[in-house]
Structure formats: structure tokens, C-alpha cells
């Protein structure tokens, strides 16, 4: 197994948007690998590079007895409706917040040897995915909230055990709040 430390809310790598993979080898393999064992190990939906600390466009999921990983992802979405709902992040361990996403999804990229792949997702599928392609994008679930959502995220993010008030926490607007703030620029 190859489970790895996850790095958690105030390490920059988390705000750094990711690089696209050009290197279909056996090291993003081996990344892959990386992701999914330590998802599972830590009994999450999804995992992206940037929380290993590695600055790469690639994320795994476990969704519903649905175990894989994207690479290089785009996202569209095939109409408006939206889901409100419990979301939380390894990177910011046992704390859960209301986060409105896109309840569906269409999810296109590749697979570790450079084939295309494409996910329709929608409900927990379609969040996990916009979840974890926001992680490329050096953007956290929190960022996503209201003012007064991220008031209360800080608060209790202060107040978490892994807290490092060395570190202090930064918390910024996503870039996709212009508009929808399901738009993406990618």
C-alpha cells in the first residue's frame, strides 16, 4: 500500500492551481496509485494531487462503488439545477459545511495511460467531481460558501485540533463567483 500524509487547510500547495499532465508514464501511475490507496485508507469520495502536495492535474474517487480517477479534467454541465448539501475535505479533517455544487455534471479527461475518459455524474458523483477539479484549481469547498458561511468555517477551522496557528488560514473568493458561481474557466 502506499499511503500518504495528506496535506491539510493553510499549506500553500492547496492554493496553488495545478499543472496539466503531459507525462502519460509510470510515474502517474504510481500518483494514482498514491491517491487512491490514501482515499481509501482515509474513507473519502475523493482525493486530488495538490493534497499529496503534488502540483498536478489529476484526482481519484470512490463514489458509490465507482473507483477511479480523472486526469486533466473539464467539466460541463448540462443545466442549472443545483444540490445543497453536507461537504467536507480531508484537508480540513471532520468538519462539514452546507455547499451548494451543480447536481449534474459531464467530467471529461483521461485515464493514467492517456486515454480519453468521460464521467456523467450526478448527486454525490457530480460533487465529488467539481470538489476535487476545484483542488486543481487551488480553490477549497469553503471558498464556495456565503460570508457568513466562511465566517463560521474559519471559526471552526480555529478551533480544529490539526489547526496550525503558525500557519495562518487564508480563505479567498473562488474565480468562477463572477456570474454563476459554477462557471468555469478552465
Known amino acids: 500500500m502506499t499511503v500518504q500524509p495528506i496535506r491539510l487547510f493553510g499549506d500553500p500547495v492547496l492554493r496553488t492551481p495545478a499543472d496539466p499532465v503531459v507525462d502519460f508514464d509510470v510515474e502517474l501511475r504510481k500518483l494514482v496509485a498514491d491517491l487512491t490507496d490514501t482515499m ?99 480553490v477549497l469547498f469553503i471558498d464556495r460558501l456565503d460570508a457568513a458561511g466562511r465566517k463560521e468555517a474559519m471559526k471552526a477551522i480555529r478551533q480544529a485540533q490539526w489547526y496550525d496557528p503558525a500557519a495562518p488560514p487564508t480563505v479567498k473568493m473562488s474565480p468562477h463567483a463572477g456570474g454563476s458561481p459554477f462557471g468555469l474557466g478552465r
Open 40 to 138: 481509501r485508507e482515509q474513507n473519502g469520495a475523493g482525493l486530488a494531487a495538490p493534497q499529496l502536495g503534488v502540483g498536478l492535474r489529476v484526482f481519484a474517487f470512490d463514489v458509490d462503488d465507482v473507483i477511479g480517477h480523472l486526469v486533466n479534467p473539464v467539466l460541463e454541465f448540462p443545466d442549472v439545477e443545483e444540490q445543497d448539501g453536507p461537504e467536507g475535505c480531508l484537508s480540513l479533517p471532520g468538519l462539514y459545511f452546507d455547499t451548494k455544487r451543480r447536481q449534474n455534471v459531464v467530467a471529461r479527461g483521461f485515464n493514467g495511460h492517456g486515454d480519453p475518459v468521460q464521467i456523467v455524474g450526478t448527486g454525490l458523483m457530480a460533487r465529488c467531481v467539481q470538489h476535487e477539479t476545484d483542488h486543481l484549481d487551488g
